[in-house]
C-alpha cells in the first residue's frame, strides 16, 4: 500500500524542519560554547551544515515561530557571504536565538495571576 500524497507532504515537512533545527542548534552552540570564534571557523561551521540543510527539500512554513526559525537560519548563511566582523555576527545571532527561544517558552509557560481570586466566588 503506497503512502498518500498527504503522508508524503508531511513527513517532507517534518524533514525540513528537523533539518533547520539542526543547522541552528549546530551553529549557535558553535557561537556560543567557543572562546575563540573567528570568521574562517564560522564560515567553515556554515559550510558544513549547508551540507545537510541542502539535501532537504525547503517547504513552506505557515507557523510563525518556524518561520522566525527559517528567516534566522537564511540570515546566518547571509552573514557567510558577507563582510561584517564575527562580534557583530556572534552578538546578533545569538540575540535573535534567544529571542526566538524566548518567545517559543512563552508559549509554553503561562503564569495565572491572581490565581487566588479565581476561588473567591467559592466562598
Do not use: C
Not at 43 to 55: F, V
Not at 59 to 70: A, T
Amino acid at each position: 500500500m503506497a503512502a498518500s500524497k498527504k503522508a508524503i507532504d508531511n513527513a517532507n515537512r517534518l524533514r525540513y524542519i528537523r533539518a533547520l533545527e539542526r543547522f541552528h542548534k549546530s551553529v549557535v552552540s558553535y557561537l556560543s560554547n567557543n572562546s575563540e570564534v573567528t570568521k574562517e571557523r564560522y564560515d567553515k561551521k556554515i559550510e558544513n551544515a549547508l551540507k545537510l540543510y541542502n539535501r532537504v527539500e525547503e517547504v513552506p512554513l505557515y507557523k510563525g515561530e518556524l518561520q522566525d526559525l527559517q528567516k534566522l537560519v537564511k540570515k546566518m548563511i547571509e552573514y557567510k557571504e558577507g563582510d561584517e566582523e564575527i562580534q557583530k555576527i556572534q552578538d546578533d545571532l545569538l540575540y535573535s536565538s534567544n529571542q526566538l527561544d524566548k518567545s517559543k517558552n512563552a508559549r509554553r509557560y503561562k503564569k495565572e495571576k491572581h490565581s487566588k481570586s479565581k476561588f473567591d466566588e467559592w466562598d
